[in-house]
């Protein structure tokens, strides 16, 4: 908790120090698969941060691999979104992951996570050209109310300023505006239709065309 605590006020080393400990006690307690969890999902977006993508990718992959042995599939939600932060700071696509992640989000009904993981997606569009789609999946995420001490905040927030540069300011909010008019399920299909044409690299995009 004072890891978490310690990321959403943007202070990373203290963060680091936290999980770095509970990681230390889960090698003394392999049993305790929950706390160890919760410490490669904090310590992965943090090496993505520091610049040590490597060491990142390998963390937010064994973050997921413990994840899946336990019996909760909202641990499994919280480690792919951890892993999809940690690729995107890494300056990749996770595509796959977040595919995933929409149809684990969908089978779960629930809106724990839903905004961070509609938020990649729209980060995803914006790159590779769906600018429209990127402003209505922002919307629905409720990006422009306050989402101060989420990882990808300020990726987030330069997204906003792009977009409404792109688009127009009055275009951006129109499309925003319809995304947030959408039922959690309609935008979480939505998200999944969007990912559709989407490479999972950051190469050349195969989508020529804005939705």
Known sequence: ALGWMAM????RRPA???????????????????????????LAPLAALAGEPEQAEALADE???????????????????????????????????LRELLGLLVDLGTRAWVDEVLEMVALVCEADGAAAAAARLLGAAG??????????????????DRLAKTLGTDAFAEH????????????????????????????????????
Not at 8 to 11: I, K, L, P, Q, S
Not at 85 to 96: Q, V
């Open 16 to 42: 680091q120090h936290h999980f770095e400990y509970i990681l230390e006690v889960t090698r003394r307690h392999p049993e305790a698969e929950l706390l160890r969890v919760h410490a490669m999902a904090g």
């Open 63 to 97: 973050g997921v691999a413990v994840a899946r042995r336990l019996p909760a599939a909202g641990f499994l939600v919280m480690a792919l979104t951890r892993a999809g932060e940690t690729a995107l700071l890494s300056g990749r696509r996770p595509t796959n992951i």
């Open 176 to 211: 925003a505006a319809s995304g947030r008019s959408m039922p959690t399920g309609e935008a979480l299909s939505f998200a999944l239709s969007e990912l559709d044409p989407v490479t999972s690299t950051c190469g050349t995009s195969r989508r020529t065309t804005p939705p």
């Open 143 to 160: 990006a422009r109310s306050d989402h101060r001490g989420r990882v990808l905040s300020s990726e987030v927030k330069d997204c906003c």
């Open 8 to 11: 959403a006020r943007g202070e």
